[in-house]
């Protein structure tokens, strides 16, 4: 089983939805967790960091589930810059080192 | 104050050739991280750093090497190019636990 796990898409959807994506990881030991926007071709860049209350910023929520071990992002009012591929990032746990998902695809349609 | 920097950006070889890849941080970060993408893959670590003098293997080390001599920069070296490990490199730095930032990303190709 992969450590942190995402589901790869592509999500399509228009203008306008509501999207959300879920990422699970393994270890209970985690400690921080984090989404990442990847444009293509494009370094990764920090979306937001997910806190164990949930956090808001703006059209974004991200969400902590501690007891099933995922975290979530929901997207609101999609907009066509929102195309990208967002990434789940999962650290802690007896180290610092950082674990990535695979990321999951975006794609927002007129 | 420039964040992490990678040179080159872009790079082609031939097989057996060498090269090395310099990141640069100037955010005073403990932790550096190499990074290979591969399309339709996600982010593979090959080799980290907790702090100057230090490096450790991630989870695709084989046919790299890297050296952290001064805590801001963390090369990265090809010593035998082969084109499995034609990719794009990202670089990343970070204080333990915290938001990692990245570099731009080198395009390697190998012929």
């Known amino acids: 089983r992969k450590e942190v796990e995402q589901d790869p898409g592509p999500f399509n959807v228009p203008e306008g939805a509501t999207v959300a994506f879920n990422c699970t990881y393994s270890?209970?030991?985690?400690?921080?967790f984090f989404w990442y926007r990847q444009d293509c071709r494009k370094e990764p860049k920090l979306l937001m960091s997910v806190y164990s209350s949930g956090n808001e910023d703006g059209r974004f929520t991200a969400q902590l589930n501690r007891a099933s071990q995922y975290i979530s992002l929901l997207i609101r009012d999609s907009k066509l810059s929102d195309s990208a591929t967002y990434l789940c990032?999962?650290?802690?746990?007896?180290?610092?080192?950082?674990?990535f998902g695979r990321g999951t695809s975006l794609i927002v349609h007129p | 104050n420039a964040g992490v920097t990678q040179t080159p950006k872009f790079r082609v070889l031939k097989t057996g050739q060498s090269m090395t890849l310099l990141c640069a941080q100037d955010m005073n970060h403990e932790y550096m991280y190499w990074y290979r993408q591969d399309p339709g893959m996600g982010l593979r670590l090959i080799h980290y750093s907790v702090g100057e003098g230090t490096t450790a293997k991630g989870e695709v080390p084989d046919g790299y090497n890297v050296s952290r001599l001064k805590k801001q920069n963390f090369l990265l070296g090809l010593e035998s190019a082969a084109p499995s490990q034609t990719s794009v490199y990202f670089c990343?730095?970070?204080?333990?636990?915290?938001?990692?930032?990245f570099g731009p990303g080198t395009r390697l190709t190998v012929l």
């Open positions: 990032v999962v650290n802690g746990g007896g180290s610092y080192i950082p674990t």
């Open positions: 270890n209970s030991a985690s400690q921080s």
């Open positions: 990343a730095s970070s204080y333990a636990g915290t938001q990692q930032f």
